[in-house]
């Protein structure tokens, strides 16, 4: 598994834990970096990024999300699901580096390990709508 998929887990884990416990990112970001196999000074880096760019956007995210989401509210999503779609919509909206197929297939596959059974499609669906509306990256 590459350095960037194990920093997508990490910011997931680290934002899902954040939903319900308020606090800053920082104390509990280290915490988690260095239990983990992402402890590298890349690995952090990437996690975060993703971290600190979802709080500071999630306002921005969550519109993108909800305007997309056809049938669901941001408030009936599972809070992994969100979570998933949010580092996601991050990527895909602030990190012109990434390919856009790159970031869906890595959101697939983190929600296939940490969703549902019906998350991967749930999250593919919401992110390809989201996707279509922008412009290629390059």
């Known amino acids: 598994m590459g350095l960037r998929r194990l920093g997508r887990e990490i910011a997931l884990q680290l934002l899902y834990a954040r939903d319900y416990a308020a606090g800053e990112a920082g104390p509990a970001l280290e915490l988690v970096l260095d239990e983990s196999e992402a402890g590298t000074a890349a690995g952090r880096a990437f996690a975060d990024e993703l971290v600190r760019g979802v709080l ?32 996601a919509v991050f990527e895909l909206l602030y990190r012109d580096e990434i390919p856009k197929n790159v970031t869906i297939n890595e959101a697939i596959e983190v929600a296939k390990k940490f969703g549902t059974e019906e998350s991967p499609s749930f999250v593919n669906g919401i992110l390809d709508e989201i996707a279509s509306t922008l412009p290629d990256k390059g």
Do not use: F, G, P, Q
């Open 56 to 87: 500071e956007h999630r306002e921005a995210l969550d519109a993108t999300i909800a305007e997309k989401s056809k049938n669901w509210s941001i408030s009936r999503m599972a809070r992994v699901d969100l979570n998933i779609l949010r580092l």
